[in-house]
């Protein structure tokens, strides 16, 4: 069985740092690119990140660029997101998500429970 | 970047009604395109990829169809686990993209 496990949310001031991270079982985690997706407080999903499954490509939504940092560990089944220079508008549930394929394109098969960012003073 | 247009943004319907939703590329995006069913505090669920190609385990009665900019999102008989939000998304390009919505809800 898939399981894709978040951590690493809470409350943070504006302009600090979070470091999120999903804990994958259940498939070969290095055959699959993996991606973050958040979802704000009652509103739609919006793609944030993903990641190819060699770490050969990895790529951003321009909301984020330049301030959040991507990252796999294969040896680990483990994604991570590095969340700098927090933004109130970043406040959402943040999911981790096994993609379709190896590349970052494609769509999402499994998804994590999510983890709640809170960025406000 | 490749926007996604769902329409309706929410729809009332009864147990055993057909449902159409819409979505629009605003570009070409081949067949690149999956569906997903996000309940209240639950996190979505793939059920259409590539256009028309059912995720295992999904019912039949969920079917999509489509190719280009105009994808259709079909449930063929209402069941009362359906009412939920449904996304569109392309995967023809990075930055990846949904589309806002549509809420189905009972009449």
């Known amino acids: 069985e898939v399981q894709l496990v978040e951590s690493g949310g809470g409350l943070e001031q504006p302009g600090r740092s979070l470091r999120l991270s999903c804990a994958a079982s259940?498939?070969?985690?290095?055959?699959?690119?993996m991606h973050w997706v958040r979802q704000a407080p009652g509103k739609g999903l919006e793609w944030v990140s993903g990641?190819?499954?060699?770490?050969?490509?990895?790529v951003y939504a321009d909301s984020v660029k330049g301030r959040f940092t991507i990252s796999r560990d294969n040896a680990k089944n483990s994604l991570y997101l590095q969340m700098n220079g927090l933004r109130p508008e970043d406040t959402a549930l943040y999911y981790c998500?096994?993609?379709?394929?190896?590349?970052?394109?494609?769509?999402?098969?499994?998804w994590g429970q999510g983890t709640l960012v809170t960025a406000s003073s | 970047d490749i926007q996604m247009t769902q329409s309706p943004s929410s729809l009332s319907a009864s147990v055993g009604d057909r449902v159409i939703i819409t979505c629009r590329a605003s570009q070409s995006i081949s067949s690149y395109l999956n569906w997903y069913q996000q309940k209240p505090g639950k996190a979505p669920k793939l059920l259409i990829y590539?256009?028309?190609s059912l995720q295992s385990g999904v019912p039949s009665r969920f079917s999509g169809s489509g190719s280009g900019t105009d994808f259709t999102l079909t449930i063929s008989s209402l069941h009362t686990e359906d009412f939920a939000t449904y996304y569109c998304?392309?995967?023809?390009?990075?930055?990846?993209?949904f589309g806002g919505g549509t809420k189905v809800q009972i009449k």
């Open positions: 590539t256009a028309a």
């Open positions: 998304q392309q995967s023809y390009s990075t930055p990846l993209t």
């Open positions: 990641v190819s499954w060699n770490s050969g490509s990895i």
């Open positions: 998500a096994k993609g379709t394929g190896s590349s970052t394109g494609g769509g999402f098969d499994y």
């Open positions: 259940g498939f070969i985690f290095d055959d699959y690119a």
